[in-house]
Structures are given as structure tokens and as C-alpha cells.
């Protein structure tokens, strides 16, 4: 069975906002939750690993994701993508997006150097922060082929 991950639009969400960044990291579960990808669970383990270890990686973007320990809760390997275009304070650093991980095992290795391809390139982050379209967001974040 591939375990490439496969971003699509339900997994998309553009225009959001959020109090702060609990309230981000909390939208992002949620749509883990939604698509199926983690169980509920896992949302508090996220909060628990950016306590730890907070998620701002650059560039205006944050990856919540769980803890070692709650890979158990991980279903499939997804992403959640929220843009919050008015911006987080992420304790420090603004987020204009943010990228809910659920990954078991080593793919969240696989995930995140997909996500590297746009977060060393200022302005594909750039139009990953501006983006006004879904397709866009998939575009963006679709793995380099092999």
C-alpha cells in the first residue's frame, strides 16, 4: 500500500481566523478529525507537543501536529491546511498558515520535506499565505514527483 500523501480540497480550509494560537492548533485538529485521519484524542496531544516544542517553522507557518506518543490516534497520514489571512500571534511570530500534521511512523518524515519545498522558497510561501483558491494551496503543496 503507497503511503503518499494525498492532499485534497475537503482537506483545505482559506479565509479563517482564530483567537489565538490554541484556537488554530484546535481548528486544525478538528479537521483531522473531520477527514478522518486521527481520532479524537490526538487533538489534545497536539496542544501537548506545542507546549513542548512549538510548531513555527517560518515563513509564516506553523505544522501542529501530536506527539510521539499519540501516533497511536493516527488513522492515515494526512494533512489540514487553515490559512488565517489577518494572521495568529504564535507566541512571538505571526502565522498566516497553518498545517495540521497526522502521521504514524516515519511518514512524517516524507511529509515534512514535501512542506520543506515551500518553506525555503520565500515567495512559494508567500503565495501559500495569499492564496485564494484551493487549487492553488494543492498546487503548492503537491510532493515533487521522483
Do not use: N
Not at 516544542?53 to 497520514?77: M, Y
Not at 498558515?97 to 515567495?123: F, K, Q, W
Not at 508567500?126 to 503543496?141: F, I, K, P
Amino acid at each position: 500500500m503507497p503511503t503518499d500523501l494525498t492532499l485534497t480540497p475537503e482537506s483545505v480550509r482559506l479565509g479563517g481566523s482564530a483567537r489565538d494560537r490554541a484556537d488554530a492548533i484546535d481548528q486544525c485538529g478538528a479537521l483531522l478529525v473531520e477527514l478522518g485521519a486521527v481520532e479524537p484524542g490526538y487533538v489534545p496531544a497536539m496542544h501537548e507537543r506545542e507546549a513542548s516544542i512549538p510548531t513555527f517553522v517560518g515563513e509564516g507557518v506553523a505544522i501542529p501536529h501530536g506527539t510521539d506518543a499519540s501516533r497511536a490516534l493516527v488513522k492515515r497520514t494526512a494533512l489540514a491546511v487553515v490559512q488565517f489571512p489577518a494572521g495568529v500571534d504564535w507566541g512571538g511570530p505571526t502565522v498566516h498558515v497553518a498545517i495540521g500534521i497526522a502521521a504514524s511512523g516515519d511518514e512524517h518524515l516524507r511529509v515534512l520535506s514535501s512542506l520543506a519545498g515551500v518553506l525555503t522558497d520565500p515567495e512559494r510561501a508567500a503565495r501559500l499565505r495569499t492564496a485564494t483558491g484551493v487549487d492553488d494551496v494543492l498546487e503548492l503543496l503537491a510532493p515533487a514527483t521522483d
